[in-house]
């Protein structure tokens, strides 16, 4: 995942570019490409983002220089918990 914003949005705007593949003994997912998702930043350092067609949902929050959440088909069947770090 790539979150970014661009110079015409608030801060609290967050567009991001996604794939997702997953296996398990009874389902295989894999998008064909990049999604594009977008959502907002809480005040309360929460982040929701989600696709155009709803189909991938993201959730989380930043901790120090972490970003911590789940990745959802629909919303509600979570794929996987994932954790990105913040590299100077």
Same mark, same amino acid.
């Given at each position: 995942?790539?979150?970014?914003?661009?110079? !015409?949005?608030?801060?609290?705007? =967050?567009? +991001?570019? +996604?794939?997702?593949?997953?296996?398990?003994?009874?389902?295989?997912?894999?998008?064909?490409?990049?999604?594009?998702?977008?959502?907002?930043? !809480?005040?309360?350092?929460?982040?929701?983002?989600?696709?155009?067609?709803?189909?991938?949902?993201?959730?989380?929050?930043?901790?120090?220089?972490?970003?911590? !959440?789940?990745? +959802?088909?629909?919303?509600?069947?979570? =794929?996987?918990? =994932?954790?990105?770090?913040?590299?100077?």
């Amino acid at each position: 995942m790539d979150p970014a914003t661009s110079p !015409g949005s608030t801060t609290a705007d =967050v567009t +991001a570019d +996604a794939s997702l593949e997953y296996s398990s003994p009874l389902l295989r997912l894999q998008t064909v490409g990049l999604i594009a998702l977008s959502g907002r930043l !809480g005040f309360d350092d929460r982040l929701d983002l989600e696709s155009r067609s709803g189909l991938l949902t993201f959730e989380g929050r930043f901790v120090r220089n972490r970003l911590v !959440g789940t990745v +959802a088909i629909a919303g509600v069947a979570p =794929v996987g918990d =994932v954790a990105f770090t913040r590299v100077r």
